[in-house]
């Protein structure tokens, strides 16, 4: 029997997930041309699948395809920041991206928060230049959200500011409002519960002209992945390289099922799972919930403090149930482990699983 | 039946392909960490075979992935070139090269030959101040070849040089000499009969060495996927980011294949297919290579002038026998056809397809 993977990303494989990639093999998918008709079906019926889900407004944006999210983080640095940025930074992800902003000589920005604590709105003043800022609706390594609420607070609160918001382990589940927010982006091995290799950038159209203006002032703003190359090529549901067709397939058919469900479901059925789980280390005396501000804490990733040896619990949960639970993000392997509450788990497995931890 | 695809990229899938994704599903491949050990293992395995497959020395040089071989192009010119580069531009594939370095702002020359021709080493004179030559191995746009003992005469020349070499749609039937080229680059949907998503990057330990000293005086080279950092993880087999982790396990397991099959081998049957179709390229009164110095025609992909309507014919070809050729590139699309011979598809099918061509 496969194992049932618990851990953050990559993650459990979506149950449907297996049958999309045989029927794009029966397809013939991973052969036809990414210039062809049946390509910018293919995108086109992603891209409406994912304005559904994600409740997109109907124009002024566009949803673009990259290798990883890692990759939007630095297509956006430098598509839409020409001397600052800010970055809210509480862990090892949301720090990724601050350093990116460093490492392409933007004068970076950062309110920083010790890993495990969030933010909300009040807490943050935004430098006055700063261009971008960067929020992360929920940080992977700590298992802490940012409230959607807070989000587009602090984003109303800086309007002549871009909003970028890293939804990598949270979407679809963080209900965001992007008539609100100017950009979110993911990639499919977390929620979508898909092979890795694809990342999902939903950019709107001031970011573009703004990429345009720094492009015409002399500014390196990249070659083919640069917003204005990539939404080129999007009015036509067509890519500038060849992409990873296969991925855009299954990831349009897994959104299509999601939207069967109903994104207001899963979030439902996720709160329900997270609640679980958070309830079971409230009355555990071996685990306990690592963020303590209830309000910061994940319903995506729960990180659990253990008393015992982290490596021992992951290991036991293994061997007595098949079930693969994550360790903690870096310093944190001894002393954590993580548990992803995705679509692909359900009620029952997140219960098999809190039973074993119980007797394990 | 599934249609046999001789289109060059994405092209027809290797024979073994789908069966390797479905292994790579029973072994939860979607859902392990890329910080495994189970994932290190896969990285090193494909770092095996693809090292005996291009006959790499031992030593000074890397294996790197990204999303795809576009992005080398972007990555080669951001970590190599300081100031000045040098492009051989053939066609569209070889220009877009040429005008990525243009967009990062580089001081880029080129020497042009029409579409069709090709270079030799004794047609090109180096700009003094060049840090970096960019050849193209096989410019699938037009279906001509640089051979390799031209690509190597160019670099002895130009020692102090960095050589780039496009192997895109020839690798691995193009024979480098990798103590000799400094770096080349493939994506897997086209010989490797892959479904797209994964680009190949070699290269060696002097590029690095360059890069980190761009990087010193403050120069910009980019991140994640900087030559620095996809270097550092490569020495534990990790990658920066999550990677398309099933495509590089699949590409292992092809490579381990086509090893099995012994390249010297793949490549004498690439030159009789080639052989076969330039053959009755010659006799038809229908169709004629279009590429006429012998020395500089693609064994790789075939491109042939059509006497009569370009789209007519590969309709006939698809209705009379499930194959598939490519249009022509660009402007050529209303007058010739571009016939993949790719490892994917066998002498009998390229027979197949000439008897087709002779009867429609």
Same mark, same amino acid.
């Given at each position: 029997?496969?194992?049932?993977?618990?851990?953050?990303?990559?993650?459990?494989?979506?149950?449907?997930?297996?049958?999309?990639?045989?029927?794009?093999?029966?397809?013939?998918?991973g052969?036809i041309?990414?210039?062809?008709?049946q390509?910018r079906?293919?995108?086109?019926?992603?891209?409406?699948?994912?304005?559904?889900?994600?409740?997109l407004?109907?124009?002024?944006?566009?949803?673009?395809?990259?290798?990883?999210?890692?990759?939007?983080?630095e297509r956006?640095?430098?598509?839409?920041?020409?001397?600052?940025?800010?970055?809210?930074?509480?862990?090892?992800?949301?720090?990724?991206?601050?350093?990116?902003?460093?490492?392409?000589?933007?004068?970076?920005?950062?309110?920083?928060?010790?890993?495990?604590?969030?933010?909300?709105?009040?807490?943050?003043?935004?430098?006055?230049?700063?261009?971008?800022?960067?929020?992360?609706?929920?940080?992977?390594?700590?298992?802490?959200?940012?409230?959607?609420q807070?989000?587009?607070?602090?984003?109303?609160?800086?309007?002549?500011k871009?909003?970028?918001?890293d939804?990598?382990?949270?979407?679809?589940?963080?209900?965001l409002?992007?008539?609100?927010?100017?950009?979110?982006?993911f990639? %499919?091995?977390?929620?979508? =519960? *898909?092979?890795? +290799?694809? !990342?999902?950038?939903?950019?709107?159209?001031?970011?573009?002209?703004k &990429?345009?203006?720094?492009k015409?002032?002399?500014?390196?703003?990249?070659?083919?992945?640069?917003?204005?190359?990539?939404?080129e090529?999007?009015k036509?549901?067509?890519?500038p390289?060849?992409?990873?067709?296969?991925?855009?397939?299954?990831?349009?058919?897994?959104?299509?099922?999601?939207n069967?469900?109903?994104?207001?479901?899963i979030?439902k059925?996720?709160d329900?799972?997270?609640k679980?789980?958070?309830?079971?280390?409230?009355k555990?005396?071996?685990?306990?919930?690592?963020?303590?501000?209830?309000?910061?804490?994940?319903?995506?990733?729960?990180v659990l403090?253990?008393?015992?040896?982290?490596?021992?619990?992951?290991?036991? %949960?293994k061997?007595s149930? =098949? *079930?693969?639970? +994550?360790s !903690?993000?870096?310093?944190?392997?001894e002393?954590?482990?993580?548990? &992803?509450?995705?679509?692909a788990?359900?009620?029952?497995?997140?219960?098999?699983?809190?039973?074993?931890?119980?007797?394990?």
């Amino acid at each position: 029997m496969q194992p049932v993977f618990f851990t953050p990303g990559p993650a459990a494989l979506y149950p449907t997930v297996q049958q999309h990639y045989q029927e794009a093999f029966r397809l013939s998918i991973g052969s036809i041309s990414h210039r062809s008709a049946q390509f910018r079906k293919i995108y086109q019926h992603a891209d409406e699948q994912l304005r559904q889900l994600f409740n997109l407004p109907k124009q002024n944006n566009a949803i673009l395809f990259t290798g990883s999210a890692t990759e939007i983080w630095e297509r956006i640095i430098m598509n839409t920041v020409e001397h600052e940025c800010f970055h809210l930074v509480n862990g090892s992800f949301s720090k990724k991206f601050f350093d990116f902003a460093q490492e392409l000589h933007k004068y970076a920005h950062a309110a920083h928060k010790p890993f495990g604590e969030g933010f909300d709105a009040s807490d943050v003043s935004v430098p006055e230049y700063a261009e971008l800022i960067c929020a992360t609706a929920n940080e992977t390594s700590s298992g802490v959200q940012m409230r959607p609420q807070e989000i587009h607070k602090l984003k109303r609160a800086n309007k002549s500011k871009f909003m970028a918001v890293d939804m990598v382990s949270s979407a679809p589940y963080t209900n965001l409002d992007f008539t609100v927010v100017d950009t979110a982006f993911f990639s %499919v091995q977390k929620a979508f =519960g *898909m092979p890795a +290799g694809l !990342g999902v950038w939903i950019a709107n159209e001031s970011m573009l002209e703004k &990429a345009e203006r720094m492009k015409k002032h002399e500014g390196v703003i990249g070659t083919y992945h640069s917003l204005p190359s990539l939404w080129e090529n999007y009015k036509k549901f067509e890519t500038p390289e060849t992409p990873n067709v296969m991925g855009i397939y299954v990831l349009g058919k897994v959104a299509e099922d999601f939207n069967r469900i109903g994104v207001e479901q899963i979030r439902k059925e996720t709160d329900k799972k997270a609640k679980a789980l958070y309830d079971f280390a409230k009355k555990s005396d071996r685990f306990e919930a690592f963020v303590e501000n209830e309000l910061h804490r994940s319903a995506t990733v729960v990180v659990l403090n253990c008393h015992e040896a982290a490596g021992a619990v992951i290991n036991k %949960v293994k061997e007595s149930s =098949g *079930m693969v639970v +994550g360790s !903690g993000y870096g310093k944190m392997k001894e002393t954590q482990i993580r548990i &992803a509450n995705f679509p692909a788990v359900s009620l029952e497995q997140v219960e098999t699983l809190i039973h074993t931890l119980n007797t394990i």
